[in-house]
C-alpha cells in the first residue's frame, strides 16, 4: 500500500513579497442590461466601446435646478444591450479560466444597484449560459481527458490537499459505492436538470490549447453565501426533523419546511496565511453536468425575496468556489507522483454581489430593512477597502486595511494582497429611476481601477521530462504489438486478418492423408515440413529477441543520454535561479529607487505648487503695491496742490488780518485820544467850578490855557484809505444823498444816560451845579464828527 502524500496549494512560498512582482490594475468592465419597456426614461448612453456618459433625467433637472451636467466614465471595456453571453465570457471570464489551469487564481465578482443583471449576468438562463457554467464547461472540455479518478485526491479540512495511492482511492471509491442510503454527488451519466439541459449549445463549446498533459487533475467545487454578515454553506446537508420542521429560534422556514437551517460557518487562515471556510462542503466533480446539479443544488437554497424593484432579488452574497487540484506523473508516466511539493491547487471564486438598494425606494421592513442594511454596510466596506488601498499604492502610505469589518472583504483579501487576478463586472440599468445609485456605482468603479493588485507568479516547473504519458502510452502500443507477434496476450491475438498474415508466411503443410501402411514417403515430407516451421518459428524467435535486446540497448543509452542532458538541465536551472534571484534582487531595487522616484517627483509637485501659488501671491502683491503707490503719488501731488493753495489763502488772509488790525489799533488809539481829552474837559471844568465856588464874585486875574482837542485830520485820512482799500469794515458803507458816504455799524455800542427827573431831583439836592454838571460830562460821549460816519443810540 502506497503512503499517501499530502500536498499544499503554492499560491505562496513564504511571506508576501509584493514589491518584488509586477502589479496590473484590477480589470473592471461594464455591462448594460436592455431597458424593461419602450416608454421608459434611459440616463445611460454608451460612447464607445471603453466609455459611458450618463444623462441626469428631466425631473432630477427640474428638482435640482440643473445641478447634474452630463458625466462619462472609462472603463476597461464595455459590453452594450445587443452582447451576448459568449461575447461576455470571452472577454471577462475565458483568461480567468486559462490561468486557473496553469495554477494561478482568479476573482470575477458581479457589482450594481439591485435590479441591473448580476445574477443573469452570472448564472444565465435556458439556452444563455452566464459565466458560471461556461467556465465549468471551458474547464472539463480541457482536462477532460487528464483527469484523474475519484478520491485520488482528497481536501484535508485546512485548505490543502492529500494525495491517496490507488488502493486507497478504491476503497474510497467502493465504500461510496455500497452505501446508497448516503447523499452522492451527482453522477454525469445521471439526467440533467432540465434548467441547465440547454445552457450551452455545442457550437459554443470551447477548450484550452495549453493544457499540460503529464498532469492529472481533479475538480473540486464549494458554494456559500453571506447573509447578513454570517457565512452559511450551500452544499452542506441539513438533517432532516420532523418534530420541528422550522428554522432553528423560529424565523423564515425552509423551503417544503423539511430542514433544519446550516449552521454559520467561520473564517479561518491557513499556514500560508491564506484566508478560507472552515468546515465548508467541498464536492468532487468529474463533468460539467455534474457541476451544473451540484450548483444547482445550491442554489435552491441562497435566500431571494420579491421587493419592490426587483421580484427575484438576491438577499445574499453568494460565492461560488472553482478548486483544481494538478500533480505530475511519475517518471514512467503511468501514477500520480507522490511528492506533496508537487501538488499545486488554484481556485477560481464567481462572487454574485447582492445589489444596493434605498430603503426609500423598496419600502423594505422587518427583515428585509435588516438585509437591505447589511447588504449596504457590506458593499460600504469594499468601498473603503478600495479607497484604502488606492491611497496606500499612490501616496505612499502605510494604513491599515479594514478588510476584518466585513466577511466578504476579509474572505477575499488574499486577492488583493497579490494571490490572484481581480476582475469586476459592473451591471448598469438605464432607467433614469436608478440614476442616484448608478452615479454612486460609477464613482466606486472609477476609482476600483486606480487599484493595482501584484500579478500572479508562474508555477515551479516540475524536473522530469516533458511528454511521459505520450511515451507511457507509445511504450504501452509497443507492448501490445510485440506480445502479438510472440503469441501472447494481446488485445490484438484474436484478430484474423493478423493470424492469416503470420501463418501465410510459414511453409505450407503437406497432404497428411495416409492411405498405404507402408507409405513412408508422407511422413518424412510432413516432419521435413513441421522442421522447417520448427527452424523458422526458432529464426523468427532470435530475431524478435535480438530486436529486443537491441531495442533495450537504444533504451537505455537514450535514458542515459536523458539523464546527462537532464544534469546539464538541473545545472542551467541552478545558474537560472540564481540569476532570477538577481533579478529579483535588481527588481526589488528598482521598484525601491522608482518608488522614491515617486515620493520625489510627488514632493516636486507639491512644491512646485506651492512655488506657483507663492509666484501668484508676489504677483498679486506687486499689483497691489504699484496701485497703491500710483495712488500715494497721486495723493502727494494733490497735497502739494493742496499746500500751495493754502500757502496762498494763509498769505492773503494775513494780508487782511494785518490790514484790520492796524485798523483796529488806530482805531483804538484814537478812542483813548478822545477818552483822554474828555477827561482833560473835565478836569478843566471841575477846577473852574472849584475855583469860582472859592471866589465869590471875584474873578480870577489869569486864565489858563484851554488845551487843544486832537485835530481830526488823522481821521479823515483814515477814512480816504478805507474808502480806498478793499478791506472790510465793521459795518455796511452806503453813499448819502449829498454825494459823502456813511457807515452803517453791525455791532452795537451802548451810550449810558440819566434819565432828566432824575438829574433834576440830583441838583436839587446837592449844592448849586456843579455834580450835575459834572454826571452829565460822564455821561456824554464824544461822537466822532469824521465825514462819513454816523453812529446809532441804542434805544
Avoid at 516547473?461 to 511528454?467: K, P, S, V
Avoid at 484478430?495 to 498405404?516: G, K, M, T, Y
Avoid at 535514458?559 to 533579478?583: C, F, P, W, Y
Wanted: glycine share 6%.
Amino acid at each position: 500500500m502506497q503512503r499517501p502524500g499530502k500536498g499544499k496549494t503554492p499560491r505562496r512560498h513564504g511571506p508576501k513579497k509584493a514589491s518584488n512582482t509586477e502589479k496590473d490594475p484590477v480589470g473592471v468592465y461594464c455591462r448594460i442590461r436592455p431597458l424593461g419597456g419602450e416608454d421608459e426614461e434611459c440616463c445611460v448612453e454608451m460612447i464607445s466601446s471603453s466609455t459611458i456618459q450618463l444623462h441626469a433625467p428631466d425631473g432630477l433637472k427640474a428638482n435640482r435646478n440643473g445641478e447634474y451636467k452630463e458625466t462619462q466614465y472609462s472603463f476597461k471595456k464595455v459590453f452594450g444591450i445587443n452582447t451576448t453571453q459568449m461575447e461576455l465570457f470571452e472577454d471577462v471570464a475565458r483568461p480567468l479560466v486559462e490561468d486557473l489551469i496553469h495554477c494561478k487564481n482568479g476573482l470575477l465578482f458581479t457589482y450594481g444597484v439591485t435590479g441591473s443583471g448580476k445574477t443573469f449576468t452570472m448564472t444565465g438562463s435556458p439556452g444563455e449560459g452566464g459565466l458560471l457554467p461556461r467556465s465549468l464547461d471551458m474547464l472539463f472540455n480541457s482536462i477532460g481527458p487528464f483527469q484523474a479518478k475519484r478520491f485520488v485526491f482528497k481536501p484535508d479540512d485546512k485548505n490543502g490537499m492529500e494525495i491517496q495511492g490507488q488502493v486507497d482511492a478504491l476503497l474510497e471509491r467502493q465504500k461510496r459505492d455500497s452505501q446508497p442510503l448516503v447523499s452522492k454527488t451527482p453522477s454525469s451519466r445521471q439526467k440533467t436538470d432540465p434548467e441547465f439541459a440547454d445552457m450551452i449549445s455545442s457550437e459554443e463549446a470551447c477548450k484550452s490549447d495549453n493544457v499540460d498533459e503529464d498532469c492529472c487533475y481533479s475538480v473540486f467545487v464549494s458554494y456559500i453565501e453571506v447573509y447578513n454578515n454570517y457565512i452559511y454553506d450551500l452544499l452542506e446537508d441539513a438533517p432532516f426533523d420532523p418534530i420541528r420542521p422550522k428554522w432553528l429560534g423560529g424565523g423564515t422556514p425552509v423551503r417544503n419546511n423539511e430542514f433544519i437551517p446550516p449552521q454559520s460557518k467561520i473564517l479561518r487562515e491557513d499556514q500560508n496565511h491564506n484566508m478560507y471556510v472552515a468546515g465548508c462542503t467541498e464536492v468532487e466533480v468529474k463533468s460539467t453536468e455534474e457541476a451544473f446539479e451540484v450548483f444547482w443544488k445550491g442554489q435552491k437554497k441562497r435566500r431571494i425575496a420579491n421587493t419592490q424593484l426587483n421580484r427575484e432579488s438576491s438577499r445574499s452574497h453568494s460565492v461560488f468556489t472553482v478548486k483544481l487540484a494538478q500533480a505530475p506523473l511519475d517518471a514512467d508516466g503511468d501514477h500520480i507522483l507522490q511528492d506533496k511539493n508537487q501538488v499545486n491547487v488554484s481556485q477560481l471564486c464567481l462572487v454574485d454581489l447582492a445589489g444596493s438598494e434605498r430603503t426609500s425606494r423598496t419600502r423594505a421592513e422587518g427583515s428585509r430593512l435588516r438585509e437591505a442594511g447589511n447588504i449596504n454596510q457590506s458593499l460600504m466596506t469594499l468601498r473603503t477597502c478600495m479607497e484604502v488601498l488606492r491611497e496606500n499604492q499612490m501616496c505612499g502610505t502605510n494604513r491599515m486595511v479594514p478588510y476584518r469589518d466585513s466577511k466578504v472583504t476579509h474572505l477575499f483579501k488574499n486577492y488583493f494582497d497579490g494571490e490572484g487576478k481581480v476582475r469586476m463586472i459592473v451591471c448598469v440599468n438605464p432607467k433614469a429611476d436608478d440614476y442616484d445609485e448608478t452615479m454612486l456605482v460609477m464613482r466606486f468603479a472609477e476609482m476600483t481601477q486606480e487599484v493595482e493588485v501584484a500579478r500572479p507568479v508562474d508555477r515551479p516547473i516540475c524536473g522530469l521530462a516533458a511528454g511521459r504519458r505520450h511515451r507511457n502510452q507509445a511504450f504501452k502500443d509497443e507492448l501490445s504489438r510485440r506480445l502479438e507477434d510472440r503469441g501472447g496476450p494481446s488485445n490484438a491475438v484474436d484478430d484474423p486478418a493478423l493470424l492469416n498474415r503470420i501463418i501465410e508466411s510459414l511453409p505450407a503443410v503437406p497432404p497428411c492423408e495416409l492411405v498405404d501402411p507402408a507409405d513412408d514417403q508422407t511422413l518424412q515430407r510432413l516432419i521435413e515440413v513441421l522442421e522447417k516451421r520448427h527452424r523458422m518459428r526458432q529464426m523468427m524467435t532470435e530475431q524478435v529477441n535480438k530486436t529486443a535486446s537491441t531495442l533495450s540497448s537504444m533504451l537505455q543509452q537514450l535514458d542515459g543520454q536523458l539523464n546527462a542532458k537532464e544534469t546539464v538541465l538541473h545545472e542551467q536551472r541552478s545558474k537560472m535561479g540564481e540569476k532570477e534571484k538577481l533579478i529579483i534582487n535588481q527588481r526589488t531595487e528598482i521598484e525601491r529607487l522608482e518608488k522614491k522616484s515617486k515620493t520625489l517627483e510627488y514632493k516636486i509637485d507639491i512644491l512646485q505648487k506651492t512655488t506657483e501659488m507663492y509666484e501668484q501671491d508676489k504677483r498679486s502683491l506687486q499689483q497691489e503695491l504699484e496701485t497703491r503707490e500710483q495712488r500715494l503719488h497721486r495723493e502727494l501731488s494733490e497735497r502739494r496742490r493742496m499746500e500751495q493753495r493754502m500757502q496762498g489763502m494763509v498769505t492773503d488772509t494775513k494780508h487782511k488780518w494785518e490790514k484790520e488790525c492796524e485798523r483796529r489799533v488806530n482805531a483804538k488809539q484814537l478812542e483813548m485820544q478822545n477818552k483822554l481829552w474828555v477827561k482833560d474837559e473835565k478836569l478843566k471844568q471841575l477846577k473852574a467850578i472849584v475855583t469860582e465856588s472859592g471866589g465869590s464874585g471875584s474873578c480870577p486875574t489869569e486864565h489858563p490855557d484851554k488845551p487843544d482837542r486832537p485835530s481830526r485830520e488823522r481821521d479823515r485820512i483814515l477814512t480816504q484809505k478805507r474808502s480806498a482799500s478793499p478791506s472790510p469794515l465793521p459795518g455796511n458803507v452806503f453813499k448819502t444823498r449829498g454825494g459823502g458816504q456813511a457807515v452803517q455799524f453791525t455791532d452795537i455800542e451802548t451810550l449810558k444816560q440819566q434819565c432828566p427827573s432824575a438829574l433834576s431831583r440830583k441838583r436839587r439836592s446837592g449844592s448849586g451845579e456843579g455834580p450835575a454838571q459834572i454826571e452829565d460830562i460822564e455821561n456824554r460821549a464824544p461822537v466822532s464828527s469824521t465825514p462819513g460816519y454816523q453812529k446809532r443810540r441804542k434805544p
